[in-house]
């Protein structure tokens, strides 16, 4: 606007259109132009009434609201109000200008609900209603908060429709799709909003579908191939099922598809892939995809961007994707590719990003990749790279991210890696590096903010030019043989993360340490020598993740800890400090650990009801002090608790069965306490819904355990399925800016006749501890039918009565413990079906009988049976009279009845070649647990980093 000239012709204006005949405006575009301030209902811009088209997009009008009196402009036929700021409601009065061809309200993406623009149900009607004429509705971002009428399909006329992020829910209307014009139909970011594809006809004429982040479900319909127009596909994250039809492989005009992170199911790429020869983006993330890349990816040499992670690809990653030489991105992490990275990739010439970490690549990392010169980030962590890192004849400039951690890689730090000079990341973690490293050559990367050495055998010297070193934000120096607080992190005062654990620092800390800045938001001190008395610094009032257990630290929680507003995770354990929980404590904690130091006295109250603790604790370990008097019952505030780890203390209390209550706790330890009374009561029972794992050994409670007290124990019913939510340990896990905050919680429990300490798989690791209390009455046969139980230890009670033959139902059982009670009759022919179980002991009790032979029980030592003198078998003194036998069936009264009515039998039958098949299918079964185990646990951590 700044060469609008008063004394020239208003119609030769920049973004000004006249009527050549009537010399009238009739469009006016100022779209980029830099207006700012608000749109007043009296501007002269409503009394142009010839106006046809008007564009004001892209201006800043201060999140002021759509003036009224745009319906005064009754002829406009092209409405673009679109990234201008605009807020508060969209006026009902728009809906009057039934001439409009294209209405674009579109906003910005922006948290904040009072500047965005809203449109009720309504007025969203009404709109629709009125304006039949419409080609064009854009009202991206518009608060709409509602259903979308099935009024949409009476638009003939519509060719785009664009309403993202709109907040849309109910069902999309089905006939909207078959509109024979319409040709661009995007609702993503619409999480509520359900549907499903309809078949589609020859004559469609859609070109672009973009539905990602919906709930849109279903299978992909044959007829999809229809499409034929179809240039942008687009199913992010949504809720389609099944295999997605071949026909999808044939649509020859598409350029840009994504079906990634869906509910597919049996599906590899075909060979058909190679059709697609005008791809230029191939996103197929989290796609359950399997086998081998076939060949004709190699034809898709449009390609820019190829994102396959997260699938279970195998065989080596194929030299014919070096032909794709106008890729820029390429993500083929998380999957199970081995073998070496093809030479070929030296001819990407253009690669920008290339990730392949978290696969089984091997070998030496090629030189090839630091010559790319136009490669940025590259992500090669969790494989099985070993030798030495070899940089030479440097050509790749533009490399600013290095992530090799956690691979095998040995040797020195090569020194041409500081030639890479634009450099900001270095991740070298978890390898198998030595030398000393010289922190004076970190001087030359002048742009290195981010660096990652831990776990290596390398050993660090602090740098004589401390001041001339890159400023960093993050400094992950974990495992690397210092012995003292370095001295260059005095200058350091940018510093957001900062490891030093597991080093040899055996000092005090240093009081310069904390004055390292106000804006450190993690720091990490465990495993250390560190002594004295600890005082928190009242200066980190941005510290958020605190970690200095495994240390010898004396003292009390200072006050000082009370400025700590933002605080989420704090450890102290296993350390020596003393004193009682102040009050105040944890205003806003997710994780506190207190385990293994002098604590003593009660555990306040206060501290679960001060400030939003109730909403944010998760895990409460206060293990392993002097803790006494009762159990606070306001612990009922903390809603998300999934942790609580009392155990090794002196709380003298019952059972606190408002616990059950939580709807989140998972973990419950009362090891080693006073604990006195019955564990259940007939009124406030309602049962531990999502409880995994139990711990009240050592105690005093006493009394019986009917069968109804497990029959809500759902977490413990379920299936182990090894789902991803099953694989979650609990702790904290949050993506920072630039690097990963993990905190797995951990704890001891007696598992096969031993203390194990659990970490990653505490969350799988179902237990049931009541040992050494004083328990009676019979084992309830309900236990039968927690189906993921690992561990059960009833040992050391006064249980009488039979074995349930129901126990044969816990297939996941490794360790069963009934020694020390008063149980007889014998041992259940069902316990052979445990196939997992590799601890057993039922010694010291009454039974008799011969012990099940030919079956899993031979495998066990007179250890686990001794002590019950009617026993006989041949791991046992007392030899069986008769072993040709037949086992007869059970007693009438010796029979569990289930629920559901079934009734265990146990049928005579032979053992012979049985126990060699079982025996079998045990070790293979047994061998394909642990690599399960080893595949869900081994850590996945750095693909994701920068």
């Known amino acids: 606007m700044k060469f609008w000239k008063k004394e020239k012709d208003c119609c030769s204006w920049d973004g000004v259109t006249c009527n050549t005949k009537t010399g009238k405006v009739v469009a006016l575009d100022l779209s980029n132009s830099w207006l700012q301030g608000p749109l007043y209902s009296n501007s002269s811009l409503f009394k142009l009434h010839g106006l046809r088209r008007i564009n004001l997009s892209f201006n800043n009008f201060s999140f002021s609201t759509i003036p009224s009196e745009f319906s005064q402009l009754s002829r406009l036929t092209h409405l673009n109000l679109s990234y201008s700021m605009f807020s508060g409601h969209i006026p009902s009065e728009i809906s009057f200008l039934t001439h409009l061809v294209s209405l674009s309200l579109s906003s910005f993406l922006n948290y904040d609900a009072s500047s965005l623009l809203h449109l009720g149900r309504v007025d969203f009607a009404n709109l629709i209603q009125n304006m039949t004429n419409l080609r064009h509705l854009r009202l991206c971002q518009v608060d709409i908060l509602s259903s979308v009428p099935e009024s949409l399909a009476n638009l003939s006329f519509l060719t785009t429709l664009s309403l993202a992020g709109c907040n849309l829910h109910g069902k999309f209307p089905e006939n909207v799709f078959p509109l024979q014009k319409l040709e661009a139909i995007n609702v993503p970011c619409n999480y509520h909003l359900t549907g499903f594809l309809p078949e589609f006809q020859p004559s469609n004429s859609l070109r672009e579908v973009n539905l990602d982040y919906t709930n849109f479900s279903g299978e992909l319909p044959i007829t999809i191939g229809n499409l034929n127009s179809l240039t942008q596909l687009a199913l992010r994250e949504c809720n389609f099922v099944g295999s997605p039809p071949f026909s999808i492989w044939n649509l020859s005009q598409l350029t840009y598809l994504d079906l990634s992170s869906n509910h597919f199911s049996g599906h590899v790429l075909p060979s058909t892939l190679g059709n697609l020869s005008k791809l230029t983006i191939l996103l197929l993330e989290s796609c359950q995809l399997s086998g081998e890349l076939p060949s004709s990816l190699g034809n898709l040499t449009q390609l820019e961007s190829l994102s396959l992670y997260n699938n279970s690809f195998s065989g080596q990653i194929p030299s014919f994707l070096g032909n794709l030489t106008k890729l820029k991105d390429l993500y083929l992490f998380v999957n199970s590719f081995s073998g070496q990275i093809p030479t070929s990739f030296g001819k990407l010439s253009e690669l920008s990003i290339l990730n392949l970490a978290d696969n089984n690549l091997d070998g030496v990392i090629p030189s090839c990749l630091f010559t790319l010169p136009s490669l940025k980030k590259l992500f090669l962590a969790s494989n099985q790279f070993s030798g030495p890192l070899k940089i030479e004849n440097i050509s790749s400039t533009q490399l600013e991210t290095l992530n090799l951690n956690a691979n095998k890689l040995e040797g020195r730090i090569p020194w041409m890696m500081f030639k890479l000079a634009n450099l900001t990341h270095v991740g070298l973690e978890n390898n198998n590096l030595s030398g000393t490293v010289e922190f ?129 995770v704090l450890d102290m354990s296993k350390n020596h400090f003393s004193g009682t929980i102040p009050r105040w404590l944890g205003s806003s904690l997710e994780i506190l650990n207190l385990q293994g130091n002098n604590f003593n006295g009660s555990i306040p109250l206060e501290i679960f009801t001060y400030g939003s603790m109730h909403n944010t604790l998760r895990v409460l370990d ?116 630039n690097y990963v905050v993990r905190y797995p919680y951990s704890m001891s429990v007696m598992n096969k006749g031993s203390e194990m300490e ?173 690599s399960w185990l080893w595949r869900s646990f081994v850590g996945r951590y750095f693909y994701r980093l920068w």
Not at 778 to 805: A, D, Q, R, T
Request: charged share 15%.
């Open 758 to 930: 659990l970490r990653k798989t505490l969350k799988i690791f179902m237990s049931i501890d009541i040992s050494n209390n004083k328990f009676d009455g019979e084992i309830p046969s309900n236990i039968g039918k927690l189906h993921s139980l690992i561990m059960l230890n009833l040992s050391s009670n006064n249980f009488s009565g039979i074995i349930p033959s129901s126990f044969g139902n816990l297939s996941e059982l490794e360790s069963l413990d009934l020694s020390r009670n008063k149980l007889s009759g014998r041992i259940p022919q069902q316990l052979a079906n445990l196939t997992f179980l590799e601890y057993l002991n039922l010694s010291h009790n009454t039974l008799e009988g011969p012990v099940p032979q030919g079956t899993q029980l031979d495998t066990f030592s007179y250890s686990s049976f001794e002590g019950n003198p009617g026993l006989c078998g041949s791991q046992l003194p007392k030899k069986c009279e008769n072993t040709d036998t037949p086992i007869p069936f059970l007693r009438k009264d010796d029979e569990e009845e289930s629920e559901n009515g079934f009734t265990w039998k146990v049928v005579a039958m032979g053992y012979g070649c049985g126990f060699v098949v079982a025996t079998v299918i045990g070790h293979v079964t047994l061998s394909r647990r642990s």
């Open 440 to 568: 004076s050559n970190f001087c030359k990367l002048s742009k290195l903010q981010f660096l990652f050495l831990s776990s290596n055998s390398l050993t660090t010297t602090t740098a004589s030019t401390a001041s001339e070193l890159p400023k960093f934000r993050t400094l992950f120096l974990s495992s690397c043989n210092i012995g003292e607080f370095p001295e260059f992190l005095k200058t350091q005062d940018q510093l957001k993360a900062l490891s030093l654990s597991w080093n040899k620092i055996e000092s005090e800390i240093p009081n310069w340490f904390w004055a390292l800045g106000k804006s450190l938001e993690f720091i990490d001190l465990t495993g250390n020598k560190l002594h004295g008395s600890f005082t928190f610094p009242p200066l980190f009032t941005s510290i958020s993740y605190f970690f200095i257990s495994q240390n010898n630290l004396t003292g009390i929680i200072p006050p000082s800890l009370r400025k700590w507003t933002g605080l989420e």
């Open 622 to 737: 206060l293990s392993h002090n002097q803790f006494q008097g009762r159990v606070p019952q306001s612990l009922i505030n903390c809603n998300k608790l999934q942790v609580l780890n009392l155990g090794h203390n002196q709380i003298y209390d019952t059972f606190p069965f408002w616990l059950q209550s939580l709807p989140e706790l998972q973990v419950l330890v009362l090891r080693s306490n006073k604990f006195f009374g019955p564990i259940w009561h007939p009124i406030k029972y309602f049962g531990f819904a999502n409880l995994g794992t139990i711990d009240i050994s050592f105690n005093h409670f006493d009394g019986s355990l009917p069968s109804e007290y497990f029959r809500n124990w759902d977490y413990m019913s379920k299936a182990l399925d090894g789902n991803k939510s099953d694989m979650i340990y609990f702790g904290h896990y949050e993506e920072m800016s």
